[in-house]
């Protein structure tokens, strides 16, 4: 397990290296660049060239690469000069990573928590009016995207009812004590249980729009390795031997049908760092997605260059975390594995 999990960091590695250089390459690529950005489409000739010079934005593409590397293992990814201009790139992750975090954990879990039971349900009564109705309801999460679905739920539940908050993480009338920069957490943890709820209260509708694609691909990939798994000879011949049906369920049935589904709860996790984006800029949410949407907007390109390698660092960790998951679930992988 341990050569199994060593080889795959070592990938992991390799993978974000050469994405950090693709990304980096590709910005400096853009319409306008970092010098139109810091000085405006406006600058004398002589400005724009002191300021490239200044910034080494003349020099080769690698070695640009390899200074911006020397300088973000020190933490320094520069300077943001349109989404919070003045704080550094590294400060501005800081302070919105923990909002996305917490609002893709509440999305995920609610995905999780519907679509898998709601699966094996619906596996088990195939053909029934539960399976109808959730095959349907799933094809709908997928159809609709994601961002009328949030303008919806918004103007539905909040404008109209006044149910749930309309915009941000937490009431400005809320003094809040700050210990760890999710609100829910530091509500529970500070045993502020106003600040918590009202925490909470302003994550449940952007979860819930954010969990909808998730929730249906979770959903129907349950539902089909379920399928796949009961028809098998070994769930037979448990039936067979007089084992109670929790236990066929817990060890026959689900063990072996979870294996695409980890692989959809992977891809889907990291996924919703990209649907987070839309979310975020509906309920005026400060977590990373707003900040990138701002970014392209006013061109913060050390703001971009952050965020989007850490957000690709995330989705390549998660997948990590995936894989070995494989190797608990079904040792045959992690064999293989080392071989």
Known sequence: MLRYTIRRLLQLLVV???????????????????????????ATAETRERLTEELGL??????????????????DFGVSTGVQPGDSAAEIFVQRFPATLELSILAIVIA????????????????????NLSVVSSLIGVAVPVFFLAFL???????????????????????????????????LLTQEWDAAWDALRHLI?????????PFSVVFRITRASVLDVVDEDYVRTAESKGLTSPVIRRRHVMRNAMLPVVTTIGLQTGALLAGA?????????????????????????????????????????INL???LSYAVIDPRIRTRGVR
């Open 321 to 323: 975390l995936v894989d």
């Open 277 to 317: 984006v839309l979310t975020e800029k509906v309920f005026a949410f400060p977590g990373i997605g707003q900040a990138l949407a701002l970014g392209f907007e006013r061109r913060d390109y050390p703001v971009l260059l952050l965020l989007i390698l850490c957000a690709a660092g995330v989705f390549v960790l």
């Open 153 to 187: 739920l918004k103007q539905v539940f909040a404008v109209d009812l006044g149910w749930f908050p309309t915009a941000g993480r937490q009431a400005g009338g809320i003094d809040a004590t700050r210990v760890t920069g999710f609100f829910v957490l530091d509500g």
């Open 58 to 75: 003349n020099e080769p593409i690698f070695v640009q690469y390899l200074k911006f590397v020397g300088r973000a293992l020190t933490g």
């Open 16 to 42: 974000v290296l050469v994405l950090s250089l693709l990304l980096f390459a590709w910005l400096r690529s853009l319409p306008g660049g970092p010098v139109s950005a810091l000085l405006g489409e406006r």
């Open 112 to 131: 999780l928590a519907v679509g898998i039971p709601l699966g094996y349900l619906a596996a088990r009564r195939r053909g029934g009016i539960l399976d």
């Open 205 to 213: 509708l952007p979860a819930i729009a954010l969990a909808s694609i």
